[in-house]
Structures are given as C-alpha cells and as structure tokens.
C-alpha cells in the first residue's frame, strides 16, 4: 500500500498493478524479479488458457487469485478499480513477454486513469525459448543478423498497411510467426511468394517448454503438411530462415582481430578482419570499440 498527501493534507491510497511475464510456459523460467512480484501481491490475475498454474505457486497463500481466462476487459476492470479504492496490489500475468501480443498497452492506460502505479515485468519470449529448445542461434554471422517478429495477415486483429508476411519474407532473414498456425497453407504460400526457398528450415513448436510440448524441424515447402499431420491449430510458433541450420561463419566479436574496451586485437589477425571486412560489400565492420552483443 502506498499513500500520497493530498492537497487538504488528507492522506490518499492508491494502488499498484505489475504486468508479469510469466515466459512461454515452464514456471522455472519466471525471472527473479516475476517471482517475488507475484509473491507479494493481494491479487494475482492470469489466464489459465494461456498459463501454466504452477506460476501460482509463487502467490501467497491469502492472495485472491483470479483465472481471467474467460473475462473481457470489462471483466478485469473492476479489479483495478478496488485495488485504486483499497490501495491493493495487482500481478497481473502475462504468457511471453508483455510487449509482444499482450493487449498491455490498454491496460496501462487503464490504470494509469485510474490513479494506479504501473510496472511492467518483462519475461522470456516463446520464440527465444523454441531457439533454445532447437540449440540455434537466429543470428548468424554473415547469414542472419536480424530476426522478424510478426502474424500472419487476415485474422481477427487487423494488421497495418506494409506488414504482410511475404513483405517480410523478402529480407530472407531469420523470422518468427505467432498466431499463425491456424491457418499453415496461407503461412506457407506468403513465405515462398516472398523469396525463401522451398528447402529453407523451419521449426514448428507447440506448447513450448509445457509438459506436453511438441517441436519439429521441417522446411518452408513442408510446414503446411507437417502443422496438420500433428494436428496443430493454436499456441504453435514457426521459426523459418537459414540460420536455423547454418554453420561455418565466426563471429567477429570473439575473433583474435577484434578490440573492444577489455582486449586488444593481435595485430595478424587485425589485418586478416580488415581484409575480410573490405571484401565483403556493404559491410562497415560494425562498432569495433563496444564490444557489446545483445
């Protein structure tokens, strides 16, 4: 409970909402931070459809818990209004991270009229946990070094001008697509009507990192057949582009020819970089004295 002095000296209440990400699915992949939030709560809000139960497990035995799975938004605002009355604490749950897919934003805006501190906890993305459950890398030196994270067209939220999946498909780099496995054949025939080859890997992961997950590697020209012989229609992700199966390339950060602030670079191999970095079009080198790598 927090209280604030008003104007007249009387003291006001107001309350707190936190936006948990609670991670693809696996409750030990909460952050620190995610578990001692929930944890401290008087309400903790999640949807069941979306996450798994034993993230409530972190809730304290006399919190309120509230399964908002079947609940609109009209259904959930009364919660923050009473937590704005009472001075209460909300965790409110998320599956992934908050800022992908979450309909957050309304949310924040929501409280943020109704007087409520708002913080946001960010959680492990499903499409970092497919990478990781695949033992890949989506950003591959001199192969991938973007990663596109999008849905396919046409469903129920509409999507803006320029952002179709073909568009997308054209940079031939690394791409992620959420919500889109109801409809496989579109998702295919967008991707090759973009450019990527038949024979580019692909990933098709369902309930990742749940008890019942199921990953598949396949290819572009095989996702469609692959969704529906294992019957997939919803919480599956595709992980489509060529870093999926690349090998051979280094990356420049750990090169003996490379400085940053904590190394110097061997002078050989400096001039060996060099050489490379000017044989290859386009490619300025990057910033050589940071040394950082998201």
Do not use: N
């Not at 995610?34 to 006399?62: K, N, P």
């Not at 280094?250 to 003996?256: A, D, G, K, V």
């Amino acid at each position: 409970m927090t209280t604030a002095g008003d104007t007249d000296g009387t003291p006001a209440t107001t309350g707190k909402v936190w936006f948990v990400g609670a991670g693809p699915g696996a409750a030990d992949l909460l952050t620190l931070r995610a578990a001692r939030v929930i944890g401290a709560a008087d309400v903790v809000v999640w949807a069941a459809s979306l996450v798994h139960a034993d993230v409530l497990t972190h809730a304290r035995a006399d919190a309120e818990i509230v399964d908002s799975s079947q609940l609109p938004m009209e259904g959930v605002l009364p919660l923050y209004e009473r937590a704005a009355a009472r001075g209460l604490t909300v965790a409110r749950i998320h599956s992934g991270d908050p800022a992908l897919w979450g309909a957050v934003q309304e949310q924040l805006d929501l409280c943020r009229a109704l007087g409520l501190a708002v913080e946001v906890v960010p959680g492990v993305s499903a499409f970092t946990a497919v990478a990781a459950l695949v033992g890949r890398e989506l950003t591959i030196p001199e192969v991938a070094q973007s990663v596109i994270l999008t849905r396919l067209e046409g469903g129920r939220t509409p999507m803006p001008p320029g952002e179709r999946v073909r568009d997308f498909a054209r940079h031939g780099t690394t791409m992620a697509l959420f919500l889109s496995a109801a409809r496989s054949g579109q998702v295919q025939a967008e991707l090759l009507a973009g450019g990527y080859p038949a024979d580019t890997p692909a990933v098709v992961a369902y309930q990742a990192t749940w008890p019942d997950e199921l990953v598949v590697r396949c290819t572009v020209g095989t996702l469609e057949a692959t969704v529906k012989r294992h019957r997939l229609w919803k919480h599956t992700l595709f992980l489509v582009g060529p870093a999926l199966a690349a090998a051979g390339t280094r990356s420049h950060l750990y090169h003996p020819g490379h400085f940053h602030t904590f190394r110097r670079a061997e002078p050989a191999a400096r001039a060996q970089l060099r050489r490379r970095r000017e044989a290859t079009p386009g490619d300025d080198g990057g910033a050589a004295g940071t040394g950082r790598a998201g």
